[in-house]
């Protein structure tokens, strides 16, 4: 299913963006979009799995979100051909495509848009003619190799980088808080224990479980937020404590985003849902093992980034290789308290111990 589009303005170029396949990723392209914007007027149309529509479209800057017909890593030459086709009589002025694979370069090929704009990789050369060299030293950050593909090739990037900003929906909100029972009176933290990489960026369960004790205690609800994979993790969560609503595979992406704006603060692995939480301007502790903030920061002002730096870290594996994971066991509950007093919390202020991880703010600039 696609959203609806709208006329694009006379004289406004039409931009086909191939969209990545991860949430976190997916939030991070609305810096780009941004940019494009700054850079003249334009209809940004996204092309993208269908689970992103409800991301795209809280997204004022594009048009539309076109849905790919076709599930991560399928290659489907056939119905890629069959899309590109359908598309041609858009009158796409330029495809930026973000993905590195040559199978994400495919349809604006088969749709003949003329620009074609992307990193090379893959043998993509017969498929895209504006390639660029991706310089990792300069472009670190993954937000900066998808800004810089609005641009020509070699132009400094903007300072500093705008952040995205997911705009919520506010007449879902109420069915949500409605639908879940949700009370208004108590303000609410989300966790998100989830991380689909795998458990070496997953805080411990029970670290999270005595967070939300303490936050109960305080006056403080937890709303647990994931898919139906984080449902037994939510469950442990909220096992004996009154405080916690487990919401983990209970909700859409949409609504997740929705009840995330609601929230007073939320508490994350380095995940999807960590990054929409920054999008949302929601005081964020982003808690970081295996991986590094360096690479995939969350893109917001009011951030603590919970890390320890062990000299086995980053590792950036699914699992501990040494089998200990004390990158995240070392982080103990009271560090995450008083991370949240840090940022601003009614009656945090003093609570916890004292954290050795980092407080970041990003502020888009190198």
Not at 177 to 185: D, F, G, K, S, W
Not at 199 to 221: D, M, T
Not at 247 to 265: E, I, K, P, S
Request: glycine fraction near 10%; aromatic fraction near 6%.
């Amino acid at each position: 299913m696609n959203t609806p589009a709208v006329p694009p303005a006379a004289g406004a170029r039409r931009i086909l963006v191939v969209g990545p396949s991860w949430v976190g990723d997916m939030v991070m392209a609305q810096s780009l979009f941004k940019v494009l914007k700054q850079r003249g007027e334009c209809a940004i149309d996204v092309l993208a799995p269908g689970w992103s529509l409800p991301i795209l479209e809280r997204m004022p800057e594009v048009r539309r979100g076109v849905a790919m017909p076709l599930g991560h890593g399928e290659f489907g030459l056939g119905t890629r051909r069959a899309l590109g086709r359908s598309l041609a009589g858009e009158g796409y002025d330029q495809a930026i495509v973000l993905p590195g694979s040559l199978k994400s370069a495919l349809v604006p090929f088969f749709a003949g848009i003329r620009q074609r704009t992307g990193f090379r990789g893959e043998m993509r050369y017969l498929l895209l003619n504006d390639l660029r060299r991706l310089d990792q030293a300069a472009l670190p950050m993954t937000v900066q190799r998808f800004v810089a593909l609005a641009a020509p090739a070699g132009a400094p990037l903007p300072e500093p980088l705008p952040l995205p900003r997911l705009v919520a929906q506010a007449a879902n909100q109420q069915i949500l808080r409605t639908q879940y029972a949700l009370p208004a009176a108590r303000p609410a933290v989300a966790f998100m224990p989830g991380a689909e990489y795998g458990p070496a960026k997953q805080w411990p369960i029970p670290h999270f479980a005595a967070l939300a004790r303490a936050l109960g205690e305080r006056g403080y609800q937890v709303w647990v937020l994931g898919s139906n994979k984080d449902r037994a993790a939510g469950e442990a969560i909220a096992d004996g404590n009154p405080a916690v609503t487990n919401l983990a595979g209970l909700t859409a992406l949409g609504d997740a985003v929705d009840l995330l704006a609601m929230c007073a603060a939320a508490v994350s692995n380095d995940s999807g849902l960590m990054h929409v939480a920054a999008a949302l301007d929601v005081p964020l502790v982003a808690i970081y093992g295996s991986s590094s903030p360096e690479h995939t920061p969350p893109l917001a002002e009011r951030v603590a980034v919970q890390t320890l730096r062990l000299e086995c870290s980053p590792c950036f594996q699914r699992t501990c290789p040494l089998g200990h994971t004390r990158c995240l066991t070392d982080i103990a509950p009271e560090r995450i308290l008083a991370a949240l007093g840090g940022l601003g919390l009614t009656g945090l202020e003093h609570a916890g111990g004292r954290s050795a991880a980092e407080t970041v703010h990003f502020t888009g600039r190198a």
